[in-house]
């Protein structure tokens, strides 16, 4: 199974010059909660943008460069979307954190989105794509608890793919 991890601002923002555009401590705590001990897809660039490589968890980066090295026992660099598919377990969750252009690449094979809302517009030069509401319902939903570690009102969304 593959699910999403994202946070969008009210545009559907998602990142500016490779980082995301706020600074959410608490947000980064869920992600966390999310992730840790699951195995975590990503692209190159969105690779790039981690502080460091995150514990806990096996990360799978996506490059279209065969030359391309990261030496850590927790990281698998893959050229292709068959090869992540050879190195996950699919009874498994594994989740996908981003960019852009590796949630475009995972949607067909996507059952869950944990989606964050924040409800501010920023800056960004890179956006997620407008879901088809159609296809999803949502499972869950809450707002974050506002303190001065989260100063921006945000909300969390679970959603599953409908079945057909
Ligand atoms: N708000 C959020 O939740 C969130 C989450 C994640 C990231 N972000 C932000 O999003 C931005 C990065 O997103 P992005 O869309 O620009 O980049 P990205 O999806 O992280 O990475 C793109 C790279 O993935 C590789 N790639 C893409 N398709 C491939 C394929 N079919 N086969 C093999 N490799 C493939 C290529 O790497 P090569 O160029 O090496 O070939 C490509 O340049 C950053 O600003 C980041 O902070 C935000």
């Known amino acids: 199974m593959f699910s999403f991890i994202i946070a969008v601002g009210e545009n559907n ?41 995150l514990p806990n968890r096996k990360h799978i980066i996506l490059t279209r460069d065969e030359n391309y090295k990261y030496d850590h026992p927790d990281v698998v ?4 979307l068959d090869e992540v598919f050879d190195k996950v ?35 960004a030069d890179t956006f997620f794509f407008k879901l088809d509401m159609d296809q999803w319902i949502e499972s869950k939903k809450w707002d974050a608890v506002m303190d001065d570690k989260n100063n921006i009102p945000y909300t969390y969304y679970i959603l599953d793919r409908k079945k057909s």
């Open 89 to 123: 377990k699919t009874e498994e969750e594994n989740i996908i954190i981003g960019g852009a252009e590796i949630f475009r690449l995972f949607l067909p094979y996507t059952n869950r989105i944990y989606l964050t809302v924040v409800h501010k517009k920023f800056d």
């Open 13 to 53: 923002e998602m990142g500016l010059n490779n980082h995301l555009p706020w600074h959410l401590p608490k947000e980064i705590g869920y992600f966390r909660s999310v992730t840790e001990w699951h195995t975590i897809i990503m692209g190159r660039k969105t690779f790039e943008s981690l502080p460091r490589v």
């Open 77 to 80: 660099i893959v050229n292709s």
